[in-house]
C-alpha cells in the first residue's frame, strides 16, 4: 500500500506542468528571488494575461467549429441533420403515470 501511495504521489500531474510562461514572465520583469516583493503582481498580470490569451484562442477555435457544424450543438447528435431521426420527446421532462 505504501508503494502504490508513492507512485501515485510521483505520478501527479503536478509534475507534468508546462512553466514557460512562468519563467517568461520572471525573466520580463528581472523576478531576483523571494525578496524581491515589487515585482510579484506584476509577474502575476503576465502570467494570467498570457494563459487567458491561450484559453480565448482555445474557445475562439472550438466556436468557429460549432458554427460550422451545428450539429454539434446537442448531446448525441453528432451527426449532420438527416442522417439521425431526432426523438421528439427529446429534451422534454419525462412524465410518470401510475397505471
Known sequence: MRYFLLILFLTTPAFAVDNSIIKKCQVEYNYNGLNDTKTWSDIATC????????????????????????????PGIALPAGQQKIDPSWGLGKS???K
Do not use: G, M, Q, S
Open 47 to 74: 502570467i494570467v494575461t498570457a494563459k487567458n490569451k491561450i484559453k480565448f484562442a482555445e474557445e475562439d477555435r472550438l466556436w468557429e467549429l460549432v458554427k460550422a457544424n451545428p450539429h454539434y450543438r446537442y
Open 96 to 98: 410518470w403515470r401510475v
